[in-house]
């Protein structure tokens, strides 16, 4: 088990009264020279409470414990042995060691034992169980029904933070005058309800423990919802002081839930009391109140605040609460708070909440929701992306079957290559498969980072978000962080380390070969090369419907723009790797029309042969030739030494044919070439014959009717080079890929699983935060132009150690977060309600995810974005080692490559802020300066050579927040390091 030494021996030291403590002999290991691990008994002064057994070399209250035994899982038992007298053991379940130890008299061995064995949580779990079937005997109801008390929960700071709609009633609370004996008290307040007709008190909620304070103030609220907020709902709210861990009340007070809406804007102060004694001290509570009439609110536009935060400010007729504290409840205040909630659906769900109000300096309040809510789309989103890699899989195996008859090498290739990606294909399509089945939860937990079937979804994805609000200002921010594990290949483990090395090792194997190419760049200009073609087949369909309409503005406007999608497909085919991969295309042509010339005339040959034989065998049966001359005894060496020679006739014969052939066809790439410019030319003619067409004015009453004569001709034939043009040109990029692919194939594969796994991880994320943005922003058309004009910026920060796996880990990671720059999104009108609208389309090499949005939002988004316009973008990955790995790294290994990730990003960080700079309503914001300010010292602490520089962290989060960016936080399994650091954020942001 895990435990934080010196907490354990403080709280050891720290606790005055004890269950039991005395003296004790405990065999123990003694490690030394003399007795190197060799068990004694060693004499200890002992102290039990509650369900461990710290262990002191004397009873000096100074003294920290030497040890301290967990009773969990274990029994007590007598010393069969019985080496020593009075001696007992504890045996532990499932484990052989036993731990020795023995009194000094038989009461205290019996003492001990008698306290040890109801120590553990077991014991007393069996002896509350006891007691509860006891009661339920005498009265004849489960004592625990509906009670206050949870006796299987262990941790209060879960109860009631699990809501899935706003609380009606959010009540504050503070205390004054507490004066107990002694010293001041650590408290907490616990709310219980009781709603007629029903007669026992449920526990509703508790404040959070404030430590020796006589007036304390209590941070976390009391939520009332729809279920428990009843004017006759009466309510007890007991302040227990928790000092030595033992809980006491110090008083109550009850109260009516009428009683406490009629206050108004007064805060309501009760006595304490205690068993209807008053203890003294009082108890002030403030209310706010939550109503559902948002849309009668006054909203101005979002803007950003000097903190780089997005700030609504709305406007109420209302009086507001004053510095004493009033409670804006009757009448309703129309708070722009209310359905909070509702403002996280449909996309995110199973939403944990915590409400807290803390004072001000001049007397108000400020409110902050902290809610944590998983994200619908985590096990969606990876099945969309499978079912594109499976399809493009697919048509890659179909494709390359579709090639036809190869030379016997390349034959022998391909059918490797498709078994590969076959093998590929199951593993893609058990991964859908299990995808698909229904889940509860959704969110992959830590624990099932390695399950290979889940190695596309991103590990505990959460969205952690702080709305605060000022009561007297109007005013409420959010501050929204996706917290999310590493981008990594956990299933695929760390053998051959992260993508980082695994590319860098596949382009060293590759560029041996000088006719090497990227299989990705191939993809995509195989797909940029149909997008063309798609294009001008478009456009010729327009040209011939104009023509034939004798529409003259339409025919010339299309011609101009055929001419240039025409004249970009050319350049596509003209570039350096098509060139090549024609050339290859035509060299495999040149050695299959070989071996199909070879094997025809070597079987014209045999049948020659065989039809030679024939008749030399009838000729010997009968004795007679055919035309019955005498019979003729042949030689017989005459067929053995003739097969040879026509054997190596037939070849020769061959490869002169061959030889003519290539005199017909001239060099490879002078023949693409000519295919290419003969395309060209059939749109120079096109555009030359309607530009001589337009040359006649076409009046209403006389519309050329040669039109369409003319230009059709000339159309289909472009059409039909258009197709032999594009046709070839992608046969020659499949051929290309089926060469690359050939080479180091087991590598490539394992390289691009790998690549799709913290893919899908990745972009799984992106969408969540992009969906998140477009939902907080929905009236911000600033935030709109923007990311249309310079693209959404996406800050990720690290916390990966360079050290062990964590350094792969950090190699997966950048190489996933460089790939998002491949990714755009489109955002089209919702239809329905159903989340399942979101898309993506392209291939490995760009993607193109589709949002859905309401048709109000849409209505009002720029009118680029509503044709259709994609969304770049903007990736930036800052990442600081902050564990105890992380400082090995720095003093015995090296963070070259998180110093190398640091200098990539503020490098594109930069970028991103120039092309912010250039729009006028974001360069003359006091928020920019601040930014440009913030990026100078990011950039000096970025070049510094500081251990654990955290700066880097705080810097960049700045200025994504000024930027309109989205923030994500991770570490290995967002657990821990995650956890701190957007504590720590928000501190920051709410301080």
């Known amino acids: 088990m895990k435990f934080n030494a010196k907490e354990l021996a403080e709280f050891a030291k720290r606790t005055k009264e004890f269950n039991k403590e005395g003296q004790l002999h405990i065999k123990e290991k003694i490690e030394g020279k003399i007795r190197k691990n060799k068990e004694v008994y060693v004499e200890r002064w002992c102290k039990l409470y509650g369900n461990l057994l710290f262990c002191f070399k004397s009873k000096e209250e100074k003294d920290e414990p030497v040890s301290v035994i967990v009773l969990e899982r274990c029994t007590v038992e007598l010393d069969p042995s019985e080496q020593n007298e009075f001696s007992f053991q504890l045996v532990f379940e499932g484990e052989s060691r036993v731990q020795y130890m023995y009194a000094k008299t038989e009461l205290d061995r019996d003492g001990w034992i008698e306290a040890l064995h109801i120590a553990s949580y077991e014991c007393m779990k069996m002896q509350l169980g006891n007691l509860r079937e006891l009661l339920k005997s005498k009265t004849g109801r489960d004592p625990l029904d509906n009670s206050e008390v949870a006796p299987e929960s262990s941790d209060e700071d879960t109860e009631d933070m699990k809501s899935q709609s706003d609380p009606i009633l959010e009540v504050g609370l503070q205390c004054n005058g507490l004066v ?96 209807g004694i008053s203890k003294g001290g009082t108890l002030s509570i403030k209310a706010w109140k939550n109503t559902d009439e948002v849309e009668q609110n006054h909203t101005k536009p979002v803007f950003t605040s000097n903190n780089g935060v997005s700030v609504t400010m709305v406007t109420n007729n209302e009086p507001v609460s004053s510095a004493t504290g009033g409670i804006p409840t009757k009448p309703p205040r129309k708070s722009s708070t209310t359905r909070r909630l509702d403002k996280l659906k449909p996309w995110f769900a199973n939403v944990l909440t915590k409400t807290y109000w803390f004072q001000t300096k001049n007397g108000d309040s400020l409110r902050c929701h902290e809610y944590m809510a998983e994200c619908v789309i985590n096990y969606h989103f990876p099945q969309l992306l499978l079912k594109l890699w499976i399809d493009e899989d697919r048509k890659l195996i179909e494709e390359l079957h579709n090639l036809g ?79 999310v594990g590493a981008f990594t290949g956990f299933s695929e483990k760390y053998k051959e380390g992260g993508l980082l090395r695994m590319l860098k090792q596949q382009d060293s194997n590759d560029h041996g070969d000088k006719h090497s190419s990227s299989i990705e760049a191939l993809v995509d200009l195989s797909e940029r090369i149909s997008e063309c073609r798609d294009n001008v087949h478009h456009d010729c369909e ?121 005199k017909v066809i001239s060099d490879s790439q002078s023949v693409w070439d000519e295919v290419v410019f003969s395309l060209v030319s059939d749109l120079t003619c096109l555009a030359s014959k309607v530009e001589d067409l337009c040359y006649d004015v076409v009046t209403e009453t006389n519309k050329n009717p040669m039109w369409y004569e003319e230009v059709n001709p000339l159309v289909l034939k472009l059409r039909s080079r258009l197709e032999n043009v594009s046709s070839q040109a992608k046969e020659a990029l499949l051929l290309q890929m089926l060469q690359e692919y050939s080479s180091n194939l087991p590598q490539k594969i394992s ?115 509503q044709q259709g316009h994609v969304i770049p973008i903007v990736p930036v990955l800052f990442n600081i080692g902050i564990n105890e790995q992380a400082s090995l790294a720095e003093t015995f290994g090296n963070t070259h490559i998180q110093e190398s990730v640091n200098i990539q990003s503020l490098q594109a960080l930069e970028e991103y802020f120039k092309k912010c700079g250039k729009m006028p309503d974001m360069a003359s914001s006091e928020t920019f300066l601040k930014a440009k300010d913030l990026l100078t010292n990011l950039r000096t602490q970025v070049s510094l050579k500081k251990s654990k520089n955290t700066e880097i962290l705080d810097l960049s989060a700045k200025i994504c927040r000024i930027l309109n960016g989205i923030r994500f936080t991770s570490c290995k399994s967002a657990k821990d390091r995650t956890a701190m650091a957007v504590t720590l954020e928000q501190v920051r942001l709410f301080f």
Request: charged share 20%; aromatic share 6%; glycine share 4%.
């Open 405 to 483: 008859k190869l030379p016997c090498k390349w034959d022998e290739k391909r059918k490797i290559i498709c078994q590969t990606l076959l093998t590929a294909l199951a593993q893609y399509q058990a991964s859908a498969s299990f995808l698909r089945q229904p889940t509860k939860d959704y969110f992959k937990s830590s624990l099932k980072k390695s399950d290979q079937n889940l190695s596309f979804v991103p590990t505990n994805l959460h969205l952690q978000r702080l709305w605060v609000i000022d009561e007297s200002k109007h005013i409420n921010s959010q501050y929204d962080i996706l917290t």
């Open 751 to 865: 390289t691009r699983t790998r690549l799709d796994m913290v893919m899908g991880q990745a972009l799984t994320t992106l969408t969540a935060g992009f969906v998140l943005k477009l939902k907080t922003n929905a009236s911000n058309l600033a935030f709109f132009k923007q990311i249309q004009q310079v693209g959404l910026l996406a800050q990720f920060e690290g916390l990966l150690s360079c050290h062990g796996d964590e350094m792969s880990m950090i190699e997966d990671y950048a190489v996933a977060v460089q790939s998002l720059k491949n990714v755009s999104f489109q955002i089209t009108a919702k239809h329905s309600d159903m989340t399942s609208e979101v898309s993506v389309t392209g291939h490995r090499s760009k993607y193109i995810v589709t949002v859905p949005t309401s048709k109000v939002i849409f209505t009002h988004l720029p009118l680029d974005i």
């Open 542 to 662: 327009t040209i011939t419907r104009a023509a034939l309409n004798g529409n003259k503005e339409l025919l010339q406007q299309m011609v101009t723009k055929l001419s240039e999608n025409g004249q970009k497909l050319a350049s596509l085919c003209l570039s350096v790797e098509v060139t090549k991969a024609a050339g290859t295309l035509q060299n495999v042509k040149k050695q299959e029309h070989i071996e199909r010339s070879y094997s025809d005339k070597t079987k014209d040959e045999c049948g020659v042969l065989k039809a030679t034989r024939s008749l030399s065998v009838a000729v010997t049966t009968s004795g007679r030739s055919p035309q019955g001359s005498p019979r003729m005894k042949p030689k017989t060496s005459f067929f053995r030494k003739s097969e040879p020679s026509l054997q190596v006739s037939s070849i020769a014969e061959s490869t002169e044919n061959c030889e003519n052939e290539e």
């Open 180 to 275: 107990p004996s002694g010293e001041p008290p650590t408290t907490r307040v616990d709310a219980y309800i009781i709603t007629p007709p029903h007669e026992q008190w449920v526990k509703n909620g508790h404040t959070e423990v404030v430590e020796k304070n006589s007036n304390p103030v209590y941070s976390r609220t009391i939520c009332f919802d729809a279920n428990t907020f009843q004017l006759s709902t009466r309510i007890k709210m007991v302040v227990n002081c928790l000092n030595n861990n033992q809980p006491h009340p110090l008083g109550e007070t009850i109260f009516t839930m009428n009683a406490l809406t009629d206050c108004g804007e007064k805060c309501l102060r009760l006595s304490l009391n205690h068993e």
